[in-house]
T-cell receptor, first 111, second 117 residues
Framework: GEQVEQLPSSLIVQEGASVLINCSYT??????FPWYKQEPGKRLQFIID?????ERKQNQRLTLLFDKKTKHLSLHITATQPGDSAIYFC??????????FGSGTQLTVMP | GALVYQYPRRTICKSGTSMRMECQAV??????VAWYRQSPQKTFELIAL?????????EQNFTQEKFPISHPNLSFSSMTVLNAYLEDRGLYLC?????????????FGPGTRLTVL
């Protein structure tokens, strides 16, 4: 089945910095990759996704890059703010649509 | 809008006892519901996928005997943790989807946090 690896496990940056979160997956048949954000005490929040027929997708300060050949994804967050502090998860579908999640990246943005 | 509610939000049970948690979809038809567990180490594990009128598919390391699931209609699903022990503690999430929509966003509930004493 699908396996997803995510690095780094944690990031601490100053406000305004850019960060990069990397994920790799194993199932070449996977075609859809949603990313989520989890803030303390809040529900898992969808933030961006990409399909396998795309190489890049941008949503405001988020840019998601996808390399089908290497089965690799990268989430780039620019101009970080303290409100961006959360755990970020990449995911890939297992079977039909249920998700296999990466291990998460704890992002802390210091003011 | 589409929302998923989970009850209870937090629960504490004694080791060896059982507890039931519920997942309710509002604003869309939850044809499929996936149950996940987030461990204290923050990783998510997929427990099972339930689709109305189909057999429930459990992932490796999770069984119907331990985590029986009911999905009687398009708005409700429940899961019971039988004979809970320390390793069962964590945040249990349900994610629901309207299968008719390809690549539809999966909506997550806030989770039920289980503490086992």
């Amino acid at each position: 089945g699908e396996q997803v690896e995510q690095l780094p496990s944690s990031l601490i940056v100053q406000e305004g910095a850019s960060v990069l979160i990397n994920c790799s997956y194993t199932d070449s048949a996977s075609v859809y990759f949603p990313w989520y954000k989890q803030e303390p005490g809040k529900r898992l929040q969808f933030i961006i996704d990409i399909r396998s027929n795309m190489e890049r997708k941008q949503n405001q300060r988020l840019t998601l890059l996808f390399d089908k050949k290497t089965k690799h994804l990268s989430l780039h967050i620019t101009a970080t703010q303290p409100g961006d502090s959360a755990i970020y998860f990449c995911s890939a579908p297992s079977g039909s649509w249920q998700l296999i999640f990466g291990s998460g990246t704890q992002l802390t943005v210091m003011p | 809008g589409a929302l998923v509610y989970q009850y209870p939000r937090r629960t504490i049970c004694k080791s060896g006892t059982s507890m039931r948690m519920e997942c309710q979809a509002v604003g869309f038809q939850a044809t499929s519901v996936a149950w996940y567990r987030q461990s204290p180490q923050k990783t998510f594990e997929l427990i099972a996928l339930s689709t109305v009128n189909s057999a429930i598919k459990y992932e490796q390391n999770f069984t119907q005997e331990k985590f029986p699931i009911s999905h009687p209609n398009l708005s409700f699903s429940s899961m019971t943790v039988l004979n809970a022990y320390l390793e069962d503690r964590g945040l249990y999430l349900c994610g629901a989807r309207e299968v008719a929509l390809n690549y539809a966003e999966q909506f997550f509930g806030p989770g039920t946090r289980l503490t086992v004493l």
